[in-house]
């Protein structure tokens, strides 16, 4: 059991350029969310999913896009990548929304340069 | 949005002793979580709590849920090498399109041999 994979674990891009990170979860969550992580500032959630199809915004959704086309899935892209885009890019699941505890993967480490 | 006060910032203890980190808000909250995250990893559920006052233990952590649903403790006691990490707490307020977790900005653990 897997629970939640994130792949790449590390990336370094050149400002202006696109990627798109990859979240898979084995657990049969509905709710999945994508965070970033900057030192001293904790988790800030930039998109969420409640179910396949729906995506929402969070607190910093600017210069993200999201995708939920599986329920096991949940991308996050970046168009044109920024260096304040630098950051740890968390992925997490649950069963249900709101106070169900969440799942995490291990963090993409981006870099944009 | 909902904000967290999170203290200590940084802790530096000898091994063997307790410690304790609280959250603060200035908003209610319906639910407190408890994680964990070690180097390189994401964050990992310790504790959930559900209702005021509330009082759980898991191994060697304890934490409670404030009779004002506005704060949370964690204890660690007897602390041990292994113990090392950042301590994140996070709250769920069931209020408006608040439907998402807010994370505390975390308190950095360093256990000293």
């Known amino acids: 059991n897997a629970g939640v994979t994130q792949t790449p674990k590390f990336r370094v891009l050149k400002t202006g350029q696109s990627m798109t990170l990859l979240c898979a979860q084995d657990m049969n969550h509905e709710y999945m969310y994508w965070y970033r992580q900057d030192p001293g500032m904790g988790l800030r959630l930039i998109h969420y999913s409640v179910g396949e199809g729906t995506t929402a915004k969070g607190e910093v959704p600017d210069g993200y896009n999201v995708s939920r086309l599986k329920k096991q899935n949940f991308l996050l892209g970046l168009e044109s990548a920024a260096p304040s885009q630098t950051s740890v890019y968390f992925c997490a699941s649950s069963l249900g929304g709101g106070n169900q505890p969440q799942h995490f993967g291990d963090g993409t480490r981006l870099s944009i340069l | 949005g909902q904000q967290l006060n999170q203290s200590p910032q940084s802790m530096f203890i000898q091994e063997g002793e307790d410690v304790s980190m609280n959250c603060t808000s200035s908003s209610i909250f319906n639910t407190w979580l408890w994680y964990k995250q070690d180097p390189g990893e994401g964050p990992v559920l310790l504790i959930a709590l559900y209702k005021a006052g509330e009082l759980t233990s898991n191994g060697r952590l304890t934490a409670q849920f404030g009779i004002t649903r506005k704060d949370s403790f964690l204890n660690i006691s007897a602390s041990i090498p292994s113990d090392v990490g950042i301590y994140f707490c996070?709250?769920?307020?069931?209020?408006?399109?608040?439907?998402?977790?807010?994370f505390g900005s975390g308190t950095q653990l360093t256990v000293l041999p």
């Open positions: 996070a709250g769920f307020h069931l209020s408006g399109s608040a439907r998402q977790l807010t």
